[in-house]
């Protein structure tokens, strides 16, 4: 993969909850290519920093350079095109007009914001090739992000809140690393974890989990693995490519908590995620 900088001039602030998984995959990638950024730390329940914006979720990133600002909203829409733009250099707002906001019915009837071509990078076939070697790994890599999205992500909550104690550990955690006052932490740490686990019960039947949702998480760990395979050290091949940094960015928020102690435990993930770690720990000197 060719080194790749952002001009020295465009300044980047992303709003998050460090515990988001959806937060945690842009930084991941936003660390592996070693660029500077600020962060916000939203506060969740007023969401007072984000108030600029109509789109109400995070991560957010503002993309500044002199007078002029671009908001890129949604995870790999961020990552997609800030990943364009650094490989073909073309202007960062013709990029993010590759990705038009659609509103769309979900499966439970609520108004959703969705994307096109949010895994697809904008290239010609120059570029595609210098990036990727050829057309399979391309598509590999558009497969395991949107994976990572549409299942991976969906493992983390039951799986968190799996018990009483899980859930107020996780809580523990969330307030801890968030932005919340004194009263709304107290609040927050126990209406929410007890809130979140039973949440976490309905999460699991709708996306059809089995009973021990360690399972699915040990399940889709180990998939990932075979994925990747015992012959490269990632599924970029010797380096981390966006599936790689997408899934590492999902699985980093259970970090210090008992369903990460368990999947490090009980599949074979370990190596990958400790050699991703290094790589994206690493970044900054290899650049």
Known sequence: MPKLSLSSRLQLTLYQYKTCPFCSKVRAFLDFHALPYQVVEVNPVLRAEIKFSSYRKVPILVAQEGDSSQQLNDSSVIISALQTHLVSRQPLDEVISYYPAMKALNDQGKEVTEFCNKYWLMLDEQEARRMYGG???????????????DWLVHLISPNVYRTPAEALA??????????????????????????????????????????????????????WVAAVGQ????????????ADLAVYGVLR???GLEAFDDMMLHTHIRPWYLRVEKAIAEAPAAH
């Open 231 to 242: 012959d490269r050290p990632f599924m970029g091949g010797q380096k981390p490519n966006l």
């Open 253 to 255: 928020v259970m970090e």
């Open 170 to 223: 996780s809580f523990d955690y969330i307030v801890r690393e968030g932005k919340f006052g004194a009263v709304e932490g107290a609040m927050a740490k126990y209406v929410g974890a007890a809130a979140m686990y039973l949440i976490s019960k309905r999460l699991k039947t709708r996306h059809h989990l089995q009973d021990n949702v360690r399972e699915d998480l040990y399940e889709a760990a180990n998939k």
């Open 135 to 149: 057309k399979e790994a391309r598509t590999e890599e558009m497969k395991w992000r949107q994976w990572a999205d």
